[in-house]
C-alpha cells in the first residue's frame, strides 16, 4: 500500500469504526454528551440518527472504550429479529445462556439480573444500533424494559441508534407511548465544509502525518462538494485519491489525483446525487405506489438463494442484517454495494468494499444494468431483470440456473471482508 510513500504508520481513511480516529465536531460531540448524559440519567432513553457514513458507529465505539468499569452493557446491531430473539440477544449480551427459554422466563431472568446489579452499585446500559430495522412489536419490548425500577430509579439504561427512519418509526400513532419516554432525540448532520477539511487533517494526524501536508488546499476544496460532509464519503474519496498519487510516485495528494479519483468512482456533485435521491423518494410514494420495476435473483452453486423485487429507491447488499438484501458471507462486505433504481433504469453502486462488484471479469464503481445483466459480489451472482420489459417474466418461469455466469474467478479463501 501506499503507507511507506506517504511515511505514515496506519490507514488513515479506513471504513472500520476506530475510536482512535473519530473527529469530534460540535454536532458529533453533543451527540456523545447525549449518549454520557444516559450514564447519570435514567428518566427515558437518548435516540440518536443520522444517514448511512455518518459517523454514528464510530461514535458508539468511542463512547463505550471510554465508560467506567462499573458499567454492563449490552450491545445489540442484529436487529432484525422477533421480540423473543431481542430479549435472547440482550440476556446473551449480559452471559447467560437464554435460547431455550420461554419469554416469561426471559423476562423474569433479565428483571432479576437488572435489580441484582443496581443493588451492587453497578449502571446497566442498552445499546441498540441499526434501530432503524426494529419492528413495532420489539420497539414494545424496549418500552416496557425501560420501566423496571426499584423503588427509587429505573434501573435499565438506554440508547437506540439508527437511520432516519427511525424518527419516522417513533412518531408514528402505534409508538406514542414509547416516544413519549424519549428524554433527548438528537440527529447527526453531515460535516461542514471546514469541519471536512479538518476531518481530513485530523485522520491523517492520527495516521502519523506528523503535522506534514499530504493533501494540498486546492485538493481538499472539491471533497466536501463531492461528498457533502458524510465521513465515510470522505474516506473513500480520500483513500483513492492517495491510491491515484500513489500510481504517480507522488508523496502528496493534489487537485489532479482527486479529480483521478472522482472519475473512478464515477461521483457527481453531492447536491446533484441528493436532488436524485430526493426525486426517488418522491418516485417511492407517489405514482409508482410500490410497483416493482423490476427484480434481482440471487443465485450460488447454480441454484436460486434469495430474490427481490426493485421499486424506486435504493435496495443496500451487504453481510448484515441491517441491510436490505443479506449475504451472510465473509466475502461480502458489512455494507457492500447499492441498486438504484429509478423510472429510467437501475444502477449498480460499490460502497467501496473489499472485494468489489465484478461484471464481465472487470471490478466496476458503478455500472447501469441492462436486462439479463449478471454481477458478482463475493462468491454470488446476481442476474438483474427488468420487468419494464416483459411483465410476462418472473422468477418462477424462469429460475435462475447459473448458466449466465461471469468469467471471474471468486476471492481465494484466505482473502478477508471488512
Request: proline share 3%; with cysteine.
Amino acid at each position: 500500500m501506499y503507507l511507506e510513500l506517504f511515511k505514515l504508520t496506519e490507514l488513515p481513511f479506513r471504513l472500520s469504526p476506530d475510536p482512535a480516529f473519530l473527529y469530534l465536531s460540535k454536532h458529533h460531540a453533543r451527540a456523545k454528551a447525549y449518549m454520557e448524559s444516559t450514564i447519570w440519567f435514567t428518566d427515558g432513553f437518548v435516540i440518536i440518527t443520522g444517514e448511512i457514513g455518518s459517523g454514528k458507529t464510530t461514535l458508539i465505539e468511542t463512547f463505550l472504550s471510554e465508560l467506567e468499569k462499573d458499567v454492563v452493557v449490552a450491545q445489540i446491531n442484529q436487529t432484525q429479529v422477533s421480540p423473543i430473539e431481542f430479549l435472547q440477544s440482550v440476556l446473551a449480551q449480559f452471559g447467560f445462556q437464554p435460547f431455550k427459554m420461554k419469554k416469561a422466563e426471559l423476562l423474569s431472568t433479565l428483571n432479576n439480573f437488572l435489580i441484582e446489579q443496581y443493588a451492587n452499585g453497578r449502571r446497566v446500559l442498552l445499546i441498540v444500533d441499526e434501530a432503524q430495522n426494529l419492528t413495532n412489536r420489539v420497539l414494545e419490548e424496549i418500552r416496557m424494559l425501560s420501566g423496571i425500577e426499584t423503588t427509587k430509579e429505573k434501573v435499565l439504561r438506554i440508547i437506540l441508534a439508527g437511520q432516519p427512519e427511525l424518527n419516522e418509526k417513533l412518531n408514528s400513532s402505534e409508538l406514542i407511548q414509547l416516544a413519549q419516554r424519549v428524554r433527548l432525540r438528537f440527529h447527526l448532520t453531515p460535516l461542514s465544509q471546514a469541519d471536512t477539511a479538518a476531518y481530513i487533517h485530523h485522520r491523517l494526524e492520527v495516521a502519523g502525518s506528523q503535522g506534514r501536508q499530504i493533501f494540498t488546499e486546492d485538493a481538499i476544496r472539491p471533497v466536501f462538494r463531492y461528498t457533502g460532509g458524510t465521513p465515510r464519503l470522505i474516506n473513500t474519496l480520500c483513500d483513492t485519491a492517495m491510491m491515484a498519487a500513489f500510481a504517480q510516485d507522488r508523496d502528496h495528494v493534489t487537485l489532479e489525483d482527486i479529480q483521478s479519483a472522482i472519475e473512478e468512482l464515477q461521483w457527481v456533485e453531492f447536491a446533484e446525487r441528493s436532488v436524485r435521491l430526493e426525486t426517488l423518494k418522491i418516485e417511492t410514494t407517489g405514482k409508482q405506489h410500490g410497483m416493482a420495476l423490476g427484480h434481482i435473483l440471487v443465485g450460488m452453486g447454480g441454484k436460486t438463494v434469495a430474490e427481490r423485487d426493485l421499486v424506486p429507491g435504493r435496495l443496500i447488499i451487504g453481510r448484515t442484517s441491517d441491510n436490505d438484501l443479506q449475504i451472510d458471507s465473509k466475502f461480502v462486505s458489512r455494507h457492500h454495494a447499492q441498486v438504484i433504481t429509478t423510472l429510467q433504469g437501475c444502477v449498480i453502486e460499490d460502497l467501496n468494499s473489499t472485494n468489489g462488484v465484478y461484471m464481465r471479469s472487470k471490478r466496476v464503481r458503478r455500472q447501469i444494468l441492462n436486462d439479463g445483466d449478471v454481477f458478482l459480489i463475493g462468491q454470488h451472482e446476481i442476474m438483474y431483470i427488468d420487468d419494464r420489459h416483459s411483465r410476462a417474466r418472473s422468477a418462477g418461469d424462469e429460475p435462475f440456473d447459473g448458466t449466465d455466469t461471469l468469467a471471474h474467478d471468486p476471492p481465494d479463501e484466505d482473502e478477508t471482508s471488512d
